[in-house]
């Protein structure tokens, strides 16, 4: 028998996912899988940690699970990008997916083809996103803002003056605000200098 992971999720405590678990329970029963429920409630889609979500994905990694059922994209992933890369991980566990309002079902060509697709679209958002961002370093750059860390105003001689306290590089990097490789960097080269 085909083992389903029936996953259901509500946002706040008031609200109730029987109806999705109703939702679930008759599809699998159409299809004649058995269902193991996962279940989280008052937790938002956006969160990181989610404890039904983070037990189905164990009973997925330990291979107890044959295919992944939910009502909606929503209740399942926080962005396109989480559900493709949820997606991958349960293609390489050979893993099914099933999303009943969406009808996207990797179990059939059609839906495998369906979740190729919103693969290239999430690919293509990134793309977009990464475009942007150097779209705005270069902008930054043209109008003469400096970007990444301010740079410490520390001289080799102020370094060396620890050192000879037998300070070590750990130590004078914390009180100099520097790295521990720069406090050395620093104290090994001949030039003076800030950096």
């Known amino acids: ?5 029936g996953y259901a999720r509500v946002s706040t405590p008031d609200q109730d996912p029987t109806a999705q678990l109703e939702q679930l329970r008759t599809y699998c029963g159409a299809r004649g899988w058995g ?16 404890p039904g979500l983070d037990a189905l994905l164990q009973a ?18 926080r962005s396109l990008e989480h559900l493709v890369a949820l997606g991958k991980e349960f293609k390489t566990l050979g893993v099914e997916l099933v999303v009943l309002d969406q009808a996207l079902d990797t179990t059939t060509s059609a839906g ?10 999430a690919e293509f958002e990134r793309d977009l996103i990464r475009e942007r961002v150097i779209a705005g370093v270069r902008r930054a750059k043209a109008l003469g803002k400096r970007l990444g860390r301010p740079r410490a105003l520390v001289g080799r001689e102020q370094v060396l003056a620890l050192r000879e306290t ?3 590089y750990r130590t ?10 720069l406090a050395h960097r620093l104290a090994r080269d001949s030039a003076s200098g800030g950096f």
């Open 35 to 50: 269902i193991h429920e996962y279940v989280d409630r008052g937790v938002s889609g956006a969160k990181e940690r989610r």
């Open 60 to 77: 997925v990694r330990r291979r107890k699970v044959d295919v992944v059922v939910c009502t909606k994209l929503d209740r399942l992933a």
């Open 112 to 121: 495998k083809a369906l979740f190729g697709m919103l693969a290239v679209f």
């Open 1 to 5: 028998m085909t083992a389903a992971a």
């Open 166 to 168: 037998g300070l070590s």
């Open 172 to 181: 004078i990097g914390r009180r100099l605000r520097i790295s521990p490789a």
